[in-house]
C-alpha cells in the first residue's frame, strides 16, 4: 500500500472519528448523576462508545476511500477481478469484533456484580406498587409508611419492591436503574446515593389510565438530616396522643398526584376535585365525613359519576390517628374552598 493511501485512510478516518467524538460529547445525552451505581453505569456506556466510535472510523474511512479510489468509469462494463476471499482477513475481522464484544461482556458483568453487592449498614426500605401510587416503608422506624422516599446520602439502600395489582416499574433517571414491580414476584434494587437533592421517581411501565400520574419524589438528604427526619416521623406515627396534622398526612401520601386540593396546592385531575367534597357528598346522599372516610378506605364502595370505577387504590392501612387527620383536613380544607 503506497504512503498516500495510508495517509488518506487516516485523514477521513480521524475526521469522521472527530465527528462521533462531538456527537458523542457535545449534548447531555444523559441526566446528571446520582448514585455510585449510576457512575458504574455510565462507565460502561462510555467503553462501549469509545469502541463504538473506533470502529464507525475505521469503516468510513475504508468506505469513503474505496468510493473514490475504485470508482468504475461510466462505459466501465467488465466484471471485476475473480478474488476468492482472503483468510487472513477474514480471521482478523472475525477475531476483533469477539475480543470487543466479549471485553464489553467482561466489564458489564463486573459492573453488574459490584451495583447489586450490598455494603456494610443498609437501610431496608419495603417500596409497594399500586395504580397509582407509590408508597415506602421503613422497617428501621416501626413500619413508618411514606408517600416520598427519603434516603440518606453515601448509605446503602436496598428497595424490596410489591405490586399489588399489575407490573410496575421503579425508575429514577438519576440513579440509572430501573426495576419492575411484579405481582407475586420479590424484586429488589440496590442504591447508593452520592448526592442530596429532590429526584423524580417515574413509573416506567404503562400501568393503567393514571400511569402517568404514577410520580413521586425521592428525597436525598444528609445522614444527620435523614435521621432527626426518621426520628421525628417514628414519635408522631406511633404515640397515640401525638397531634397528627391532616396537611402532613395528605403531603405524606400520593393523594395530590390524581386529585386536586387548593389548600394542599394538589392538582391532579385523574380523580375529583377535593375543593368540591361537600357537593360531592349531597350527591352521593351520604354525610360528609362518613363520605370521606369511606372514599379512602373503601374507594370502589362508591364512584364518583364521570369518572371511571376502580382506579383508586384502597388505603385501608393507614393508621386511625392518621386517617381521622386527615379526614378532618379534608373537611375543613373543602369547606374553605
Ligand atoms: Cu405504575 Cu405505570
Known amino acids: 500500500m503506497r504512503r498516500g493511501s495510508i495517509l488518506a485512510l487516516l485523514g477521513i478516518g480521524l475526521v469522521a472519528g472527530g465527528i462521533a467524538t462531538a456527537v458523542a460529547v457535545l449534548p447531555t445525552w444523559l441526566p446528571p448523576d446520582a448514585s455510585r451505581e449510576r457512575g458504574r ?159 423524580d421517581v417515574i413509573c416506567t411501565e404503562l400501568c393503567g389510565l393514571g400511569h402517568a400520574t404514577m410520580r413521586t419524589q425521592a428525597i436525598v438528604m444528609t445522614p444527620a438530616a435523614f435521621n432527626t427526619w426518621l426520628k421525628g416521623q417514628t414519635k408522631a406515627t406511633t404515640s397515640p396522643n401525638a397531634a397528627v396534622s391532616g396537611a402532613a398526612v395528605f403531603k405524606n401520601q400520593p393523594c395530590g398526584s390524581c386529585h386536586t386540593l387548593a389548600a394542599a396546592g394538589a392538582t391532579g385531575k385523574v380523580g375529583p376535585d377535593l375543593d368540591k367534597l361537600p357537593q360531592w357528598a349531597t350527591q352521593a346522599h351520604q354525610p360528609l365525613e362518613q363520605f370521606i372516610r369511606t372514599s379512602i378506605t373503601d374507594p370502589n364502595a362508591y364512584t364518583q359519576p364521570g369518572f371511571p370505577k376502580n382506579v383508586m387504590p384502597p388505603f385501608a392501612s393507614l393508621p386511625k390517628a392518621q386517617l381521622d387527620a386527615l379526614v378532618q383536613y379534608l373537611i375543613q380544607s373543602s369547606k374553605k374552598g
Not at 471485476?80 to 471485553?103: D, K, N, Q, R, S
Open 41 to 199: 453505569i455510565d462507565f460502561v456506556f462510555w467503553f462501549t462508545i469509545v469502541i463504538c466510535i473506533a470502529i464507525f472510523s475505521l469503516v468510513v474511512a475504508v468506505l469513503i476511500y474505496s468510493i473514490l479510489k475504485f470508482r468504475a468509469a461510466p462505459d466501465d462494463d467488465s466484471d471485476g477481478p475473480p478474488i476468492h476471499g482472503h483468510t487472513g482477513l477474514e480471521i482478523v475481522w472475525t477475531l476483533i469484533p469477539t475480543v470487543l464484544v466479549i471485553a464489553i461482556g467482561v466489564v458489564s458483568a463486573i459492573v453488574l456484580s459490584r451495583d447489586d453487592a450490598v455494603g456494610k449498614n443498609v437501610l431496608h426500605v419495603n417500596v409497594t406498587a399500586q395504580q397509582f401510587a407509590w408508597s415506602f416503608q421503613y422497617p428501621e422506624a416501626k413500619n413508618l409508611t411514606t408517600g416520598t422516599l427519603r434516603l440518606p446520602v453515601g448509605r446503602s439502600v436496598l428497595l424490596s419492591f410489591k405490586a399489588l395489582d399489575v407490573i410496575h416499574s421503579f425508575w429514577v433517571p438519576e440513579f440509572g436503574q430501573k426495576q419492575d414491580t411484579v405481582p407475586g414476584l420479590h424484586t429488589t434494587l440496590h442504591i447508593t446515593p452520592t448526592k442530596t437533592g429532590t429526584f
